[in-house]
């Protein structure tokens, strides 16, 4: 399986914009870039997911890399209820589609 | 509108003790998954199935069993209980088709003494 690599932890203020990047340099061309999010004492959630368009969903939105080696999860308004350990997952299409989870960034907001 | 429902929620057991846990979704899926997560560490998968009657070997699957006698449950067997057993246990379940994601229950916590 491919290798994402986030950065440990990141801290940001409440309602300002939160930048998540992850590198991907080995990511084939079939492997689509997943974000989930684990808040504390919960089981992981999806976020949003993406091939090669940059992506938009209520949560947040998914920009890409035009030779697809980086990916960023942007957080629009970050709130409260955002702190938690963000991961960035390569998944391919066929098969079970398993998820190999890394240690992922842990996301702290200052009020 | 329940999704992923994991039984029980906490459970400590002494070394050498067997137990089930049990994992139910409602959603219809296809594919059922079991985690082990340990502290400060990603989810590592234990076992997984593609549909009833079907499992598979993940990541981590040494000390456990696993059956997908129907569709809705995927139930996590420890046949004999050791302390590196004690972590959070993650079930997760997901519909076939395209890049679908996988829904998550809530964790069942699991102590062996």
């Known amino acids: 399986d491919a290798k994402t690599t986030q950065p440990n932890s990141m801290e940001s203020n409440e309602e300002e914009p939160v930048h998540l990047p992850c590198n991907h340099s080995?990511?084939?061309?079939?492997?689509?870039i997943h974000w989930y999010r684990q808040l504390p004492s919960q089981g992981p959630e999806y976020v949003i997911h993406g091939l090669t368009s940059n992506v938009n969903n209520r949560m947040a939105s998914l920009a890409i890399a035009e030779d697809r080696k980086s990916s960023t999860l942007i957080l629009h308004r970050a709130t409260l209820r955002d702190a938690a350990v963000y991961y960035c997952i390569l998944r391919g299409y066929q098969g079970a589609q398993k998820l190999v989870f890394g240690q992922g960034t842990r996301l702290t907001i200052n009020p | 509108n329940a999704g992923v429902t994991q039984t029980p929620k906490f459970r400590v057991l002494k070394t050498g003790q067997s137990m089930t846990l049990l994992c139910a979704q409602d959603?219809?899926?296809?594919?059922m998954y079991w985690y082990r997560q340990d502290p400060g560490m990603g989810l590592r998968l234990i076992h997984y199935?593609?549909?009833?009657?079907?499992?598979a070997k993940g990541e981590v699957p040494d000390g456990y069993n696993v059956s997908r006698l129907k569709k809705q449950n995927f139930l996590l067997g420890l046949e004999s209980a050791a302390p590196s057993q004690t972590s959070v246990y993650f079930c997760?379940?997901?519909?076939?088709?395209?890049?679908?994601?996988?829904?998550f229950g809530d964790g069942t916590r699991l102590s062996i003494l």
């Open positions: 199935s593609v549909g009833e009657g079907t499992t």
């Open positions: 997760a379940s997901r519909a076939t088709g395209g890049t679908q994601p996988q829904h």
């Open positions: 959603m219809n899926h296809e594919y």
């Open positions: 080995t990511i084939s061309g079939t492997d689509y």
